[in-house]
């Protein structure tokens, strides 16, 4: 059982930086492809970025493109989501994914395992 843990989230204001963190454990996080989601309220869950097993493959939805980066600490289990000059429309419940196909090269992924999430609020 892979158990996923977000952190890192809180609130700041329109043009600061976050970083996220999600620790995993209980599975073999170094071949596992890694997402990040947001969701808020009333709206479908939305897709952040991806990336693969060893850090060689990466994907970003559009309106985070240049402003946000992934990375992964395999040794550390723990992926990361780097957020710089936040905007109020960043404002969302954040979650990290997991899809434990070994080594799945992507760039698309079945995720199927998920964490609780944690909330970032930017103010204008």
């Known amino acids: 059982q892979v158990q996923l843990v977000e952190s890192g989230g809180g609130l700041v204001q329109a043009g600061d930086s976050l970083r996220l963190s999600c620790a995993a454990s209980g599975g073999a996080f170094s071949t596992y492809a890694m997402g990040w989601f947001r969701q808020t309220p009333g709206k479908e869950r939305e897709f952040v970025g991806s990336i693969n097993w060893n850090g060689s493959n990466i994907r970003y939805a559009n309106s985070v493109k240049g402003r946000f980066t992934i990375s992964r600490d395999n040794a550390k289990n723990t992926v990361y989501l780097q957020m710089n000059n936040l905007k109020p429309a960043d404002t969302a419940v954040y979650s990290c994914?997991?899809?434990?196909?070994?080594?799945?090269?992507?760039?698309?992924?079945?995720?199927?395992?998920w964490g609780q999430g944690t909330q970032v609020t930017v103010s204008s």
């Open positions: 994914a997991a899809d434990t196909f070994p080594r799945a090269s992507g760039p698309f992924y079945d995720f199927n395992y």
